[in-house]
């Protein structure tokens, strides 16, 4: 936990002190990515809190989506068809989905933890 609490610390603070200025013709994909990454982020957190992650399949998982998503992405904007609109509705369900059981785990077990003595 200490290792990933540095990592997003050092992430955060390479965003900051870094120039990067992205062309806003990347700014799609970007959305698209990050939306990606951050449905691994908070599936990872869940299996965490249901006690069955596994860094494997976070890893790969969190590469492949943002590979499909970005994608999906460029792809639609080749052929002139919204494609990530798929990966759009996909993972803003499954952050939102994801997010309501962490949000559930977590109030279960302060509710134990506090009021069943």
Known sequence: MILALAGL???IFLGFVLPLDLPSSYTSYMSIALLASLDSVFGGIRAEMEGHFD????ISGFFGN?????????????????????AIFTFGTRLFQ????IRRIFLNKIEQKYYKH
Request: hydrophobic share 55%; charged share 5%; net charge neutral.
């Open 66 to 86: 943002v590979t499909i998503a970005t994608f999906l992405a460029y792809f639609g904007d080749r052929v002139g068809i919204p494609l990530y609109y798929a």
């Open 55 to 58: 860094s494997h399949i976070f």
């Open 98 to 101: 994801n997010f309501a059981i």
């Open 9 to 11: 610390a050092l992430g």
